[in-house]
């Protein structure tokens, strides 16, 4: 801890710091970066405490005092202006000068003699003053100086301008500076990383007559809805060919029937498209013409094959055989995946592996896909990732990854940290205003919220939760509300929820006649579907701020356990929304809120 | 994070790690130290997660397997048997055996056919085998690689005996093992730094007759009683010659008559005793005689000056001189010490200053000393105790500090990193249940219980407490009981707190006619003295392990707000020790308490 003997300050458990720094934080642009240290020295002298930081593309740091809060514990901030890294660290000393000041005010509020006070604030002036390197400041201080000399009103004028701790900082006696012991960084994300609306749709089923296989070219034609609806980002299922053996029939079966078109996650070439749905021109196409509307297109990258993917034949030393010659198809426990198998990650060939893996991206992001929705990546290991991401964050700078991970939180967490920008979470099964208050304080205030970015689904093809199932239109309406006003990133999966398909498989959490094994037909204007529901939320997220970030959401009191109500502004409180959700879709319900004055 | 491309396990969070690991936690000898990790991998595999450990004497790692708890975080154990410096880190691996057992035994479970499982078995023992390097693991395993072979019950017997993972945790796949990022240490301290009863007294007050100054041979004569009384630790105030410029008169008056001895704390020179006490000899058999009743000499290090002590002459520049020639008096708000100057920590020479200062501890250390009682070290930096209490543990193993700072936790807390081994405590102000709860759990359960020994003070000459001002001698028995069974460690300021000498100085917090400002003549076992409670509880406390720690203190339910319940019990719960305390010095109390049947 000893850097030099006269250095007394100490500073500890700056945060954000992400496993002892060695992952970034997380930010986006236009936000203030929270900082807060643990700094004290010993004794009763005033200390100061300095962040700094600085944009990767600059030399020059910046500086921000810290503030104490309460018990040794400081808080700063410093605003992300640009994309990219920022590195941030954080210094303090044992300031003379301001416990002078502190001392003196004290003396001179019991109108005690300030002389010899003033004649000693002079000494520590003229030390402060051979260190000060720019013309403009020595003069200052030399006009501060002659005054405290002087000692009097002027001098004490001087003091209560504040000019001369002003200076005094930026100038320390680098023997008393104590440093945190490592530079920290943020990484501020491209900005629909942090505000954004999904819409997933699967290209086959948007031809537009019932039982014809859609195309790239079909879907294009849904783009005008899509925009009109408000969405920023059209999300594809796997669009790559489809495996023949092992494929699923209807509902899951694992007999199809002749034309079953077999889930599109079942890939048998993952630098191909699927003939049904068009050439590689037509879907380059379809990217620009969503680009056009400001639209992105997201493809699901599912790192898994179908029994007769090329990989197996090209490189069996990539699967794990069974002493029968067989490959055990993929688990989900509780799920079960016979129409695919699972890469062996532990094989010996595992460099060769992953670098074809990182080239499926690659090659992708080559025909202008610049937003990945990657399946089950927990049943990949985090190495991969870390690297992965790395190598096509670098040709591609920009590029977002969504994880698709429900799973266990110390491995959604650690997914997020090796570099996926948006992540799945467990707003799906959090139905009741306990269940989403406490979800949400915890995306929102525990420290994963520094690097963990949630992305809010009321519905996937994978997930019909029994709240929809049972609750209607009026349930898909307040999910829609909940998930577009609590997190800034939200997608639905489109047809079946916003024209409330919601028959369930029976037993199951999953849609009955399901989209994943079988074409549909979607007619979004349907009687009874909430079109007009969801274009008017995509406005209203659009024309406020407030609703633009996740980390604002507080809750407050409401009568009612069946109504939730909640508020969010923006940094500078000039916009903001106030939103009460009555989560019975059964019964009207009522209830007193309680709105903060202060707020 | 990446090793090797095939290791998947991650770990994260492994405690006890203090400031990264900067700190050593800290234990005692023959306490399990319980480690916990956070470990995961991707996927549905199993992981192993191993506690490796050693004392630093050792050069061969121990191991032992540490449990999942819940939600990826694991928890082990070892027992620190002997004094030093013990090193512990956790590695973690997917276990391809371990996986392997459990899909067997659930196969087994449905009455599924297992000849292809046993089969794929026998290609993992094979892959272990290679790896085995003593002769007895390797043919245990060759025995059950041929069972397996054969498959059937014989088989299934092998698998159930945990015979295979027993010797495979021995043998990993090197390529597959994450191991923690840096490896931690925990030392552990003296016995006495976990277990000890302090008597405080002034030996200027031992005389037999009164108003004659006590000399180190009075004191001598009391090492019998003291020993009666159940204490292990004599401590004394600072035996230094007193200053006569700045001394303070009877009741902290600045004006001292004639005659009086003024406060031990104004130091003149700290090598020197204050003659009236007598020789250095005189000293060191004290010490001695102490010893010899298996009772240690603590003895009271401040430092800082009476204004007429032999460094201010001989290092003027040790000391902050104001611009009038004179020193600023100390203070440690709201007290102010007027016969005391600091010294300056942050002058040029302060290399100077800290091997002085660590010359006067070594000085009393060659005297026999092994305990300081240090004050106020929290108006010191922090570099310089860790400079300090190394360089005297380095030549004085096991010495022991005491860190006399009532400040805010924080700093409290960082002297206990830098070396104090035991640190006085808030408890002397924490007086109703909810207060001693609240305090005792932070203490127990915090971060800081690994490196924050607490030695718990009902009353010291500093602090007399309103509630044994106003409770009498029912208050102190109440927190003689308290301290001594809720702290293994504790002490009292003994001659006021025997013989209930409670009356205030007007308004204040302290005694009135202070021991520290005069001599006193104490008169242990006059009438309403709790001499009989106080050797009481001591052996109480010395016949019970279950008290000799500070960790095992658990609160139960009591039925009334004036009583407090605890229930300690020692490692092996074989000594275990139920305290009801009734909390109210005026009145009867009874209550309902809770015993939870399972402990």
Known sequence: MIKHGRN???????????????????????????????????????????????????????????SLRWNDEWTGSFKAEKEGRYIYRVSAWVDGYKTWKNGLLKKAGAGQALEVEFKIGAEILKGIIKRVQVKKDIE?????FAAFLKGGSSALEFVNSGVIEAISVKYPDPELVSDYDRELRVNVEPPRTGFSAWYEIFPRSCAKEEGVH?????????????????????????????????????NNTLKPAPGDPGSPWAVQNHKEIHPQLGTTVDFEEFVKAAKKLRIDTALDIAFQCS??????TE?????????????????????????IVPFNFENDNWQELWDELVSVFIFWAEKGVRIFRVDNPHTKPFGFWEYALKKVKERYPGTIFLAEAFTRPKIMHMLAKTGFNQSYTYFTWRNTKQEIEGYVNELVHAESRWFFTPNFWPNTPDILHEYLQKGGRPAHVIRLVLAATLSSNYGIYGGAFITIDNEPFPGKEENNNNEKYQLKNWDLRQEGSIFDEVKRINAIRRENPALQTTWNTRFYYASNDNVIFYIKADEEKKNIIMTAVNLDPHNKQAAVVHVPAAD
Chains 1, 2 share one sequence.
């Open 8 to 66: 007394r300050a100490v500073i500890e458990k700056v945060m954000p710091e992400i496993n002892k720094g060695l992952f970034s934080a997380r930010a986006f642009p236009g936000e203030s970066i929270h900082v807060e240290a643990h700094a004290y020295a010993d004794g009763h002298d005033e200390i100061t405490v300095m962040l700094y930081y600085r944009h990767e593309s600059s030399k020059q740091w910046e500086s921000s005092g810290m």
């Open 140 to 144: 200052e201080l030399e006009k501060a």
């Open 214 to 250: 859609g195309t790239f070219k079909d879907a294009e034609a849904w783009l005008p809805v899509i925009k009109e609806l408000g969405f920023d980002v059209v999300y594809f299922p796997p669009i790559h060919p489809i495996g023949v053996k092992g494929r699923k029939g209807r």
């Open 307 to 312: 029994p007769d993917h090329v990989y197996i």
């Open 315 to 339: 490189h069996p030393e990539w699967f794990k055989w069974r002493t029968d010659g067989t490959i055990q198809y993929a688990e989900n426990p509780p799920k079960k995946y016979e129409d």
